[in-house]
């Protein structure tokens, strides 16, 4: 095994750990927790060392770098999912290798999502990314839709061909009421995902949490967790 190989072998017991230790106090099991690792700035050749360890999904932000890398991987069994602020431009791209958006937060975004799903002929799932600091009609610091625009989004992508509507995800906010307030603004993201499964009880998927936070995310119910630097160690160029 190589050191790099070794490395990761070792962070990701360290993840697998914490996540069973979350899911434990929170009384769940640990399979209702799906590992997202996020790859984004990390080479192919981390990537196929994660699959050979055992990940099946992984996450990127940038397509510039992640439709070269998905490429470099196409012949392992994995799950992309795109999870970055998301420019039209860019989505006959992504969909020719995610399986899964998990930053859709405006009509115009699903309109393009699914013009691009049908001609690749692909079915694409979609998440509602959700700024718990934004006001009403506004998006998130960090992109996202505020809380009274969910449904008008989730009816779109429901309704869109090519598209599946799978939940919600969202980002811990750095301003407003949830700020510093981890578990608060999980608890708040998993009450609008239970108002969702009641006109779309198939969209059950709650995307939440990375590395600080991820028990934060279990305790309140996510089904998925996004991990990078936990697994892959500090970003080149981060410090």
Not at 23 to 43: N, Q, S
Not at 53 to 63: I, K, M, Q, S, Y
Not at 184 to 190: E, N, V
Not at 202 to 219: H, K, N, R
Request: net charge neutral; charged share 25%; with cysteine.
């Amino acid at each position: 095994m190589t050191d790099r190989k070794a490395e990761l072998a070792a962070n990701l017991a360290r993840v697998e750990e914490r996540i069973t230790s979350a899911c434990a106090a929170a009384g769940r099991k640990r399979e209702e927790v799906t590992l997202i690792v996020v790859t984004k700035t990390y080479p192919a050749s981390d990537v196929r060392m994660l699959h050979e360890l055992g990940v099946r999904h992984v996450a990127e932000n940038r397509d510039q770098d992640a439709a070269p890398k998905a490429t470099a991987c196409a012949d392992l069994s994995l799950t992309w999912h795109f999870v970055g602020q998301l420019q039209t431009n860019k989505v006959r791209s992504v969909t020719s290798y995610a399986d899964v958006v998990q930053s859709v937060d405006r009509i115009r975004l699903v309109t393009a999502l699914s013009a691009a799903a049908v001609r690749a002929g692909r079915e694409l799932g979609c998440l509602i990314q959700v700024a718990l600091d934004a006001g009403s009609g506004e998006r998130g610091e960090r992109g996202g839709v505020a809380p009274d625009g969910i449904e008008e989004l989730a009816a779109a992508v429901d309704a869109a061909e090519g598209l599946r509507l799978d939940g919600l995800m969202t980002v811990a906010p750095l301003a407003g009421p949830f700020a510093g307030r981890q578990r608060a603004a999980f608890d708040r993201l998993m009450e609008f995902a239970s108002g969702l499964r009641t006109g779309h009880p198939a969209a059950t998927m709650v995307s939440a949490g990375m590395s600080a936070d991820l028990e934060d995310a279990v305790a309140a119910g996510a089904t998925h967790v996004r991990v990078g630097t936990a697994v892959l160690g500090v970003r080149p160029g981060l410090g």
